[in-house]
Nanobody
């Protein structure tokens, strides 16, 4: 079973940048597609970004496209989310998640697709 631990959250001002990290315990990390989701108070968990197991394919929610970048370093069993030009509406708890399936389809952007989740890291953007 994969254990995921997020870090890098914090309190920043609008326009600032943050980089979130998600460290995985599993040595087969390189076989998992990885995703980032977020959940703001009173709202449902929403998709943010996804990267394929090879790192060659990425997907982003429209709300973060052009500002956020997902990447992975399999030598460190870590996936990253670089967040630039942060906005107040980016405030949420951010979760990383692992999808052990080796393919991407329309369900890949849904939370139910991911089998393993981290505990989350809080990102707060002040306006």
């Amino acid at each position: 079973q994969v254990q995921l631990v997020e870090s890098g959250g914090g309190l920043v001002q609008a326009g600032d940048s943050l980089r979130l990290s998600c460290a995985a315990s599993e040595r087969t990390f390189g076989k998992y597609a990885m995703g980032w989701f977020r959940q703001a108070p009173g709202k449902e968990r929403e998709f943010v970004a996804r990267i394929s197991w090879s790192g060659g394919t990425t997907f982003y929610a429209d709300s973060v496209k052009g500002r956020f970048t997902i990447s992975r370093d399999d030598s460190k069993n870590t996936v990253y989310l670089q967040m630039n030009s942060l906005k107040f509406e980016d405030t949420a708890v951010y979760y990383c998640a692992a999808d052990p399936r080796g393919y991407t389809d329309t369900d890949s952007l849904r939370a139910a697709r991911y089998d393993y989740w981290g505990q989350g890291t809080q990102v707060t953007v002040s306006s």
